[in-house]
């Protein structure tokens, strides 16, 4: 299956449910895959309003920012994502984003 088939797929499964979280972000990630990092980002910012509490959205958001040279936003995304991981006790996510926190910082 190709990613614009996986895409189409996807965003007719979003149609039925508009917020689902998992639907959101694999839509992004598609969008991401094809190089169109602007709609990328968009689904990537819906999720974020809709699920803000959606671990996985920060690391591959923030890596997006990275990727669009804008580090402010990127480091702003790595810390909301690490006090969402923090509340959630998800330590795994937790060193995930400190590492790319800390990678971006030695980097400027």
Same mark, same amino acid.
């Given at each position: 299956m190709t990613t614009a088939n996986r895409l189409n797929q996807l965003k007719a499964l979003l149609e039925d !449910?508009?917020?689902d979280s998992f639907l959101l972000f694999a839509v992004a990630? /598609? *969008?991401? =895959?094809?190089n169109d990092l602007d709609l990328?980002? /968009?689904y990537f910012l819906k999720l974020l309003d809709t699920d803000p509490d959606y671990v996985g959205l920060y690391y591959h958001l923030g890596?997006?920012?990275e990727t669009l040279d !804008?580090?402010?936003k990127?480091?702003? =995304? *790595?810390? !909301?994502?690490i006090n969402v991981c923090k509340k959630q006790s998800d330590w795994h996510a937790l060193g995930e984003l400190n590492n790319a926190k800390t990678n971006l910082e030695l980097n400027l």
């Open positions: !449910d508009p917020s990630k /598609e *969008y991401e =895959t094809l990328s980002l /968009e890596k997006l920012y !804008d580090e402010s990127a480091l702003k =995304t *790595y810390n !909301d994502g």
